[in-house]
């Protein structure tokens, strides 16, 4: 049993911000797609499905090694772990620069995914540092890392606007192997490390890391974080094609108005971590779901036009929504799904805690698939639909599914533990007569 009292609080300070700042430089490369891929699909002349494709193509390699370098990070460590990740990702988006051919970005595209599984190592890292108690907080700092996303938009596109969309790939892989030197040369080996090494203790095999992935309980986890962080990181990178497509923007305002987006969706998460630790997790995640169903059923509404025959003659309505209240759906959406990411990862180490590598990474790992999934299905339904709200009709049924089986796994739980519940009624009226028949 780790002894956190031991553990300077300098130390754990300096081990919580460097990797939360690494974190925030891997996933603003991770994000990079969504700001040169607009270029890149006028050049190669790209259908919307195409370039759904291209833009998830990192997220599914960052998701699918996320849970092998969650093993990995428990296994070695994540210090370690984390720098090379940061050193492969950046070679990666250099060599993105080389590519010709629609084939060719998409095994670039893999590459550069790489940086996006540094989320299930900075988790298994950040964790030892940290009691039960402070983890949430904790990994919810680290998680507003997510905000890399915004600074891809806000700075991509003057980047790519005065020197093309090379220049962006250049500058993002520089930025990133300079950030895997001063992490590696200005952090530490985590404390349970170190314990392990001392006492000559050899780390858990991966068959036996990978045992609680039996428990149905992981994968519904796993779906809570495909809707708050699948698609967030759907919408993070779609938001700026469907605001040039949506309402004609050009690719710089679209940038800027994506981020309101991402920003709240990243930064908040220091909250939702907060208040999971001091409200609880799974009252978090109900205010989360609830509000996220509202958002997207409004904004999934589509531009329309009602006729009604009146008594003089037909009576037109026009129903759409506009640039502001759009952006103020999706600020809303975006907050709440920050407090979702960060409750979804409070509840890991309080179930798991000699897992967190394994299981964050399998959550992480479904989580980054709806990333890859999600924008693939949302050019498919333009392709087939025409509408630009399918996305968010997509969306709507994702986090209503999950709101659905969350309730009633919980109401499942909460009869076994508690019999009685279905003997018992909230009316005050029958509980009174109750009493009465008993007195």
Known sequence: MQDFSQISTARQQRALWLSTIAFTTCFAVWMIFSIIGIQIKKDLGLNDTEFGLLIATPVLSGSMLRIFLGVWADQLGGRKVLTAVMLAGAAATWMLTHAQTYPQFLIAALGVGIAGSSFSVGVAYVSKWFPPEKQGTALGIFGAGNIGSAVTKLL??????????????????????????????FTQEDPSLEQRRKAGVKPMPFA??????????????????????????????????????????????????????????????????????????????????????ICCFLLAYPDTQYVVKGIKGDVTFHLAIGVVPFTVLVFVLGFFMSLGKAAVYKHIPVYYPQYVGAVGGVVGMIGGLGGFVLPIAF???????????????????????????????????????????????DLPEIIDAQRAARG
């Open 379 to 425: 050019g498919a339904l333009n392709d087939f639909t025409g509408v630009w709200t399918s996305c968010f009709m997509l969306l709507f049924v994702v986090v209503a599914s999950a709101l659905a089986w969350m309730h009633f796994a919980i109401r499942r739980m909460e009869r076994r533990r508690f019999p009685q519940i279905d003997r018992e009624t």
């Open 156 to 185: 991509a596109p003057m980047v790519m606007v005065a020197a093309g969309w090379t220049m962006v790939a250049k500058v993002w892989a520089v930025g990133l192997a300079v950030m895997a030197i001063l992490y590696f040369l």
């Open 208 to 293: 036996e890391q990978m045992a609680p992935l039996k428990n149905l309980q992981v994968w519904r986890f796993a779906l809570y974080y495909f809707f708050v962080f699948g698609g967030f990181v759907s919408l993070a990178l779609w938001l700026p094609r469907y605001l040039i497509g949506a309402y004609g923007m050009d690719v710089a305002h679209a940038g800027m108005l994506a981020a309101c987006y991402s920003i709240p969706a990243s930064l908040f998460r220091v909250v939702g971590g907060w208040m999971s630790d001091k409200l609880g997790a799974r009252k978090v995640m109900y205010w989360t779901f609830g509000v996220s169903v």
